[in-house]
């Protein structure tokens, strides 16, 4: 009796579990949480993590803390790095979301975003993780699965969809049609590799050592993946390895694009890949409907304008590409029967 009023009165939480950021989406109440896939934590005298922050708070952290406070990024490459980490991280969002959305308590129900090319051991990994972290039963859904539900494509039609997520620590590739993956492919590529490129990039051009977070305003704000019209500009500031004094520079956005070079074009290598290896009949739908970008690593500017060149498809951006993978796990909570048909499988309270 305990467990079915539990079950009633839960609340279905959703979660695009990403490696820059984690969304999370509440049944009837739509998106309540975005923010980073950062924890900061604390040694405590006994060797325990006592976590300080979550988040935007912890985010604004990292590189700026003493010896005893860490900020941590417990994804990494789309899978658990720090699975203790991550189990907080992930309790933090069920108990911010139970105490402003829920009157009473219950372990809730969970559907998570995976990685198409996580092994059995990752899955197991995310699954106990959420379960730890106070979930009753949890589903795992393929992020090109469920960014494709959430950028509205037809996934149920007898035809033909291609999707493309590019998000901090993947960029997933697959085409769908009967609700089903027909042909998928995964690199570890995104918005994280191409920030450590830029970081490594400036290091041995100009002996200029940048944090994370420069590398990524770099990159948002003068990065390209195609060649413009526009030279634009930014000054930086890091540490000269030379001297080891603190030192300004302006980096030009035409640099930028040719460190970024080598990653765009190991991106528009896996998109080619599962064209190559797509059914004739799909790849024609394809042909007609074109490609669909979703995830925060497709926003590099010209990066649709490069796979259009490379691919000679249309290629269009979904409405909002940060947000397709949890609007699409989102969606899977209102429909029981697609959920149970897409889950990769599901794990209870009890294990079973």
Request: charged fraction near 20%; aromatic fraction near 4%.
């Amino acid at each position: 009796m305990l467990n079915l009023i539990s079950n009633a009165l839960a609340v279905d939480v959703a979660i695009d579990l990403g490696t820059a950021n984690i969304l999370v989406y509440l049944a009837g109440k739509g998106i309540v949480f975005c923010e980073p896939s950062v924890v900061a934590v604390q040694d405590d005298f006994r060797g325990n993590l006592k976590v300080l922050a979550v988040g935007e708070e912890a985010k604004s952290m990292i590189g700026r803390t003493p010896d005893t406070i860490h900020a941590i990024r417990p994804m990494r490459d789309g899978v658990i790095a720090n699975f203790d980490v991550n189990t907080e991280m992930i309790r933090y969002f069920i108990r911010k979301v139970q105490s402003i959305h829920s009157l009473v308590k219950f372990r809730p129900n969970v559907v998570v975003g995976v990685p198409s090319g996580i092994t059995q051991v990752e899955k197991r990994a995310v699954k106990d993780s959420t379960m730890a972290a106070g979930a009753r039963l949890v589903h795992l859904v393929e992020e090109p699965v469920a960014a494709a539900i959430g950028a509205g494509l037809p996934i149920s039609e007898a035809s033909g969809n291609m999707i493309v997520d590019i998000g901090g620590g993947t960029t997933e590739v697959a085409v769908l049609s009967l609700a089903g993956v027909v042909y998928s492919d995964s690199a570890r590529l995104g918005g994280d590799i191409m920030d450590e490129t830029l970081i490594q990039y400036i290091k041995k051009r100009y002996n200029l050592l940048i944090g994370e977070r420069t590398a990524e305003y770099v990159k948002t704000t003068i990065g390209t993946a195609y060649p413009g019209e526009e030279q634009s500009t930014l000054e930086i500031k890091g540490r000269d390895l030379l001297t080891g004094i603190p030192k300004t520079l302006c980096l030009g956005g035409e640099e930028v694009r040719e460190a970024l070079a080598d990653v765009c074009d190991q991106i528009v290598q896996v998109v080619k890949n599962t064209l190559e290896a797509t059914p004739p009949e799909l790849a024609a739908d394809i042909v007609d409907k074109g490609i669909v970008l979703a995830g925060g690593g497709s926003l590099l500017k010209g990066m649709d304008t490069l796979l259009r060149e490379r691919t000679g498809l249309p290629i269009f951006y979904a409405e909002d590409p940060r947000t397709c993978v949890v609007l699409g796990v989102g969606a899977l909570l209102e429909n029981r029967q697609l959920l149970n048909r897409l889950s990769l499988s599901s794990l209870n309270s009890s294990g079973r």
